[in-house]
């Protein structure tokens, strides 16, 4: 009589992720609820989550929300124990509506989303350059958006000011402008209003000077990191540091997780969509995607139309055919993407010399 060799069921995981606590919820191949767990948020709740897990069978994928937020270090612990993990989208307020909200349901509802293949989304590894690249850039960006801010402000206070103080101030340049009231001397009385605005102008001036010498920094220390990432990339024309820093954000220390270039083009938003209609057969703008990703590669576009002799002559021929200037934008960013995506995936190797969009 022969003895059979016990396998171990198959079981997906869903983990529904919090600040402090995890829920993690198991089901088996048929879809049906097996057990769910809630584990605190740490290096060891992580690692007690993993075991519960593998007590209940093989954990043949787990599907986790907010891998770029509270799941990011779990994510990162499953994948270094050999667990497949698969991004999943936290579900809508319509389904939320229907099925209710609770930390077991979005788990088992995660969990759900793996088995039936409708989240299949592999998550940024967050591991490498690349993150380094991307914290940095967090810096910079609210930087330069305080800058901006405070640029705002000293211009709001001239429109106000008296006439004595704003009207030497009018015709200059903006960084005349912020070094000149960076050398404002208001004097010790502050009770008059001239007195106040021009030390209220004084402060936020140096204080604009410190953000510029910030960002100078920060762009120092970015620059080399990108360069060494993606110099396939920055070899493209029009692409500089900061939209080649976006473009790798977005894709990720494992770009190979896009599976084609035209899933590049989706997640950057610049694949076609549909908009036929009778005998009207015609494209538009995709508005989704990724945004920021989207709007970088909008810039090197721009600078392409503007300086790139073969852009030029290309957007002057499909002028001509009637294509509207949207179309025109929506063809060469499309194109752009495919060149990107090359560029990120090429692990060092010669790439052809690329042709324009026809």
């Known amino acids: 009589m022969t003895s059979m060799t016990y396998r171990a069921p198959e079981v997906t995981g869903g983990v529904d992720t919090h600040g402090r606590t995890h829920h993690a919820a198991l089901i088996d191949p048929l879809g049906r609820h097996l057990a769910d767990q809630e584990f605190p948020a740490t290096t060891a709740g992580y690692r007690d989550l993993l075991a ?9 994928a787990v599907g986790v929300e907010g891998t770029g937020a509270y799941g990011a270090e779990l994510a990162r612990v499953l994948a270094a124990a050999q667990v497949t993990v698969v991004e999943v989208d936290r579900p809508d307020r319509r389904t939320r509506h229907t099925k209710g909200k609770s930390d077991p349901i979005d788990a088992y509802a995660a969990a759900t989303a793996v088995a039936s293949q409708r989240a299949t989304g592999i998550p940024k590894s967050r591991d490498g350059l690349v993150e380094a690249v991307r914290v940095l850039r967090v810096a910079r960006r609210s930087a330069v958006k305080a800058r901006t801010q405070t640029m705002n402000q000293i211009r709001g206070l001239l429109v106000s000011a008296p006439a004595a103080l704003r009207e030497p101030l009018a015709e200059l340049s903006r960084t005349d402008l912020v070094r000149t009231l960076a050398r404002l001397r208001p004097g010790q009385d502050l009770t008059g209003p001239t007195a106040a605005t ?17 960002i100078t920094e920060l762009d120092a220390e970015i620059g080399p990191l990108v360069q060494q990432a ?21 894709a990720g220390d494992n770009p190979e997780r896009m599976r084609s270039e035209a899933a590049f083009a989706h997640l950057a938003g610049t694949a076609p969509i549909p908009a036929s209609s009778g005998r009207t057969h015609r494209h538009r703008l995709n508005r989704g995607g990724d945004r920021a990703a989207n709007h970088a590669l909008h810039t090197i576009a721009l600078v392409r139309m503007r300086h790139d002799p073969r852009t030029r002559a290309y957007v002057e021929r499909r002028t001509q055919e009637g294509l509207s200037k949207k179309d025109i934008m929506r063809c060469l960013k499309r194109f752009i993407a495919r060149e990107v995506y090359h560029a990120l995936t090429s692990h060092n190797t010669p790439q052809p010399e690329p042709t324009q969009p026809t």
């Open 52 to 60: 519960w897990m593998h007590t209940h069978g093989t954990v043949t």
């Open 198 to 214: 021009r030390t209220a102008l004084r402060h936020l001036a140096r204080r604009h000077q410190a953000l510029g010498e910030e």
């Open 230 to 250: 993606a110099p396939e990339l920055l070899a493209l024309f029009g692409i500089g540091a900061q939209t080649a820093g976006q473009l790798l954000i977005s």
